[in-house]
């Protein structure tokens, strides 16, 4: 026998005793809420039945800087000014306003162990202001976490390793970014004038949305435009598949590997010049079917980009 394949069972072996043990742990009483964290320089254990709860008043603000790192973050309008926290007790942010600017900032974890995976309590910190039209200046720089804002006109850069971006109802400014590594981004009634989306391992979507020049960057994720009025669009993704309904696009541009593009497009096939070319993959315009590529110019005033190695690109038209 050789050695990596003795290594493998002994593994094996070895992950088969801890589930084992885990096992006749819970049955016997044993929790799998539990986390171990430093405190004080010594071992603190706490379950999500311990996390903190608390109202840190603040004065005045249009800047909003945050730095997380496992606490979800949400925005949204209320009556005043405010932050609030449901968190671990390692997890309290350090809260403070100076000028115009609330910054917020949570340690950097200190835990060692964590068990939680029965949970059902969600760490996060609620920031709050005023309705209005202000606009507002959010830049979130966060790590494993969720970001929420509602109803808040704003220029946001946000860059989250692990885990979502959510912007509802909101105006966004035109030098407005959004970054995330493994995660989605969802933007639902939004307007932009400009806006440029990043994601390595995640879905983009954009649900009854208005954006003049949309820049859209992906690795492995999909794209789905549904209901928007959209003016300009560069997509450039690797593993992406591409899907609009009930959208209008004035020019998309789209630049895929393997992924497929299905688009539903409103108007008349004679609306648009094309400029289509794949390596491989079936072609279908308007119910006709071309070898590899179609191109068109007339000067329409909507044009459709496309090329794409191993993809399949489908168009249809809502007359």
């Given at each position: 026998m050789s050695k990596t394949k003795a290594l493998l069972i002994i593994s094996a072996i070895l992950v088969f005793i801890g589930v084992a043990i885990g096992g006749a742990g819970v049955a016997l009483g044993g929790t799998t809420d539990l986390y171990y964290y430093f405190k004080d320089g010594k071992f603190t254990t706490a379950s999500s039945s311990d996390l903190a709860t608390a109202s840190v008043p603040v004065d005045d603000f249009t800047k909003i800087k945050v730095n997380t790192a496992t606490v979800d973050i949400r925005i949204k309008q209320s009556d005043n000014y405010g932050v609030s926290y449901h968190v671990s007790e390692d997890h309290i942010p350090e809260v403070k306003t100076s000028g115009d600017k609330l910054?917020?900032?949570?340690?950097?974890?200190?835990?060692?162990?964590?068990?939680?995976?029965?949970?059902?309590?969600?760490?996060?910190?609620?920031?709050?202001?005023?309705?209005?039209?202000?606009?507002?200046?959010?830049?979130?720089?966060?790590?494993?976490?969720?970001?929420?804002?509602?109803?808040?006109?704003?220029?946001?850069?946000?860059?989250?390793?692990?885990?979502?971006?959510?912007?509802?109802?909101?105006?966004?400014?035109?030098?407005?970014?959004?970054?995330?590594?493994?995660?989605?981004?969802?933007?639902?009634?939004?307007?932009?004038?400009?806006?440029?989306?990043?994601?390595?391992?995640?879905?983009?979507?954009?649900?009854?949305c208005t954006i003049e020049d949309l820049d859209i960057n992906t690795s492995t994720g999909d794209v789905t435009f549904s209901e928007s009025t959209i003016g300009e669009v560069s997509i450039d993704?690797?593993?992406?598949?591409?899907?609009?309904?009930?959208?209008?696009?004035?020019?998309?541009?789209?630049?895929?590997?393997?992924?497929?593009?299905?688009?539903?497009?409103?108007?008349?096939?004679?609306?648009?010049?094309?400029?289509?070319?794949?390596?491989?993959?079936?072609?279908?315009?308007?119910?006709?079917?071309?070898?590899k590529s179609i191109k068109r110019d007339k000067g329409h005033d909507k044009k459709i980009i496309i090329s794409g190695s191993s993809s399949d690109v489908n168009i249809s038209f809502d007359k």
């Open positions: 910054t917020v900032t949570v340690p950097k974890t200190s835990s060692f162990f964590n068990f939680r995976f029965n949970s059902t309590s969600e760490e996060y910190i609620e920031i709050t202001v005023p309705y209005g039209d202000d606009y507002y200046d959010i830049d979130i720089d966060g790590s494993t976490s969720d970001i929420q804002i509602d109803k808040i006109n704003s220029k946001c850069n946000i860059g989250v390793s692990t885990g979502n971006i959510v912007i509802n109802s909101s105006e966004l400014d035109d030098s407005s970014k959004l970054h995330v590594s493994t995660g989605n981004i969802s933007l639902n009634n939004c307007n932009a004038e400009k806006l440029h989306t990043e994601g390595s391992t995640g879905d983009h979507f954009y649900t009854r993704g690797s593993t992406s598949d591409i899907k609009s309904t009930g959208t209008s696009f004035k020019k998309i541009d789209i630049s895929v590997s393997t992924g497929d593009v299905n688009l539903s497009l409103p108007g008349e096939e004679n609306d648009y010049d094309y400029n289509i070319s794949l390596s491989t993959g079936d072609l279908n315009v308007d119910g006709n079917t071309y070898h």
